[in-house]
């Protein structure tokens, strides 16, 4: 992809939806041509606070069987922090375990997430593979789950369409890195460089890349739009071929952010290759049907 490529830079606000008063073709409309909205008033409280709660009782009992002491009032930041200076590496492995919730998947799939999607897709069939969920944990200034600019498809393989829905359990201000995106950027999918060494490093996400990114992000950077602060019951939709950005937390807080994808379980391309997607074992399936867009590198 060349400059002259990129999106024209145009000063743009992502678009908000109302989940109470939906306009399911305005919805469809913006999140085609847009890449990137925000639905307002969808995540039911009870919800969210399950998963609070389930990660609360679960950092006490880990701090509890290290013998610790701690207060009942410690917020999710405090315990986390507490097992950060217990062990580093098992306060990363909590950057994989989140999902594995019962409460996570009843959140991702909730009635009204449920509802939006089956109205984005106009179908009921929505495929959600598990594999491209994730309960993220972004702790202040740790660079590792951070990721430049890149689209999600090479990293899901799912429809081309796949709606990401950012959940956040607590608020997501600017300074706590939130996203950057290009609006209207989610019309090509772009060449990729996949590294095979970085994607040996666990939890680091960082091995695929976006090809010539170092003489395409200052454009990026020119044309990217900074996701407003998003409280608990909203979400951002984020389509597939989006390209967008993740930024380093700033705070004194960590960024905690459910996230799921879901597309039509009868997108064509994925039902001509039997619903292979770019699960656990499958990462770099991207090179099999897209081999003009994928290099490789040993690094």
């Not at 006490?60 to 950060?84: K, M, S, V, Y």
């Not at 449920?114 to 009921?124: C, D, G, H, P, V």
């Not at 939890?203 to 409280?231: M, W």
Request: charged share 25%; hydrophobic share 40%.
């Amino acid at each position: 992809m060349l400059n002259s490529d990129l999106p024209a830079t145009e000063i743009k606000s992502i678009k908000r939806h109302d989940f109470h008063n939906l306009n399911k073709l305005a919805l469809q409309y913006d999140y085609i041509e847009d890449g990137c909205v925000i639905i307002e008033n969808i995540v039911e409280p009870d919800f969210i606070a399950e998963m609070h709660d389930r990660l609360i009782v679960l950092f006490t009992e880990i701090i509890c069987a290290e013998r610790l002491d701690f207060n009942n009032t410690d917020n999710l930041d405090i315990l986390h922090q507490r097992i950060l200076q217990i062990s580093s590496e098992r306060a990363e492995s909590l950057l994989g375990i989140g999902r594995d919730f019962p409460a996570f998947f009843k959140l991702i799939s909730s009635p009204n997430i449920m509802t939006l999607i089956q109205a984005l897709f106009e179908t009921k069939e929505i495929q959600m593979v598990f594999d491209t969920c994730a309960m993220r944990i972004d702790r202040p200034y740790f660079d590792r789950t951070n990721l430049d600019w890149h689209q999600d498809y090479p990293y899901n393989m799912q429809a081309v369409n796949t709606a990401t829905a950012w959940i956040p359990l607590l608020p997501v201000t600017e300074t706590m890195g939130s996203l950057k995106v290009i609006l209207g950027s989610n019309k090509h999918i772009l060449p990729i460089v996949y590294r095979t060494e970085t994607k040996k490093q666990h939890f680091n996400a960082k091995y695929i890349e976006i090809a010539h990114i170092n003489q395409l992000r200052d454009q990026f950077e020119a044309d990217g739009v900074v996701v407003p602060t998003i409280q608990p019951g909203s979400l951002i939709l984020l389509h597939a071929l989006t390209i967008h950005r993740s930024g380093q937390n700033h705070s004194d807080r960590s960024r905690w952010v459910a996230l799921s994808r879901y597309s039509p379980f009868m997108d064509s391309a994925v039902y001509k290759r039997n619903w292979f997607t770019s699960r656990s074992k499958y990462p770099d399936i991207f090179r099999n049907y897209h081999p003009d867009l994928f290099s490789e590198s040993s690094e």
